[in-house]
């Protein structure tokens, strides 16, 4: 994530921190799922870019749904639109180190 001077935007990223991944118990920002989220305050709607450690992976529809309904949960966002991106390719350098030691201390090799 980089430098966010947005506070809105600031929050979101918050917010998506409470989203785990059904699969390991890491949020999906500590994952590195989440590429970018801007706030458009015009149309109160976020547009996110979500990539995924895979292209099978089983869990992209409850993931999306889980981050949807987590953003609307926000005062003032009233839609989310979520675009799937495969470019940068997900690898585990994308991983924080919050999460990574997360998942070490649940035996996870990360």
């Known amino acids: 994530m980089s430098a966010v001077t947005d506070p809105v935007e600031a929050r979101l990223w918050r917010a998506l921190q409470d989203v785990e991944d059904p699969e ?9 799922l ?20 895979s292209m099978g992976c089983p869990a992209m529809e409850f993931i999306q749904d889980d981050i949807r309904d987590r953003l609307l949960a926000e005062p003032d ?20 180190d919050d999460a990574r030691a997360r998942m070490r201390s649940l035996g996870i090799v990360a």
């Open 24 to 32: 390991i118990p890491v949020s999906v920002v500590g994952m590195g």
């Open 34 to 53: 989440i590429v970018s989220i801007a706030y458009r305050p015009g149309d109160r709607a976020v547009d996110l870019e979500l990539t995924y450690t």
């Open 77 to 96: 966002v009233d839609e989310v639109r979520i675009e799937v991106v495969w470019d940068p390719v997900w690898t585990r350098s994308r991983i924080r």
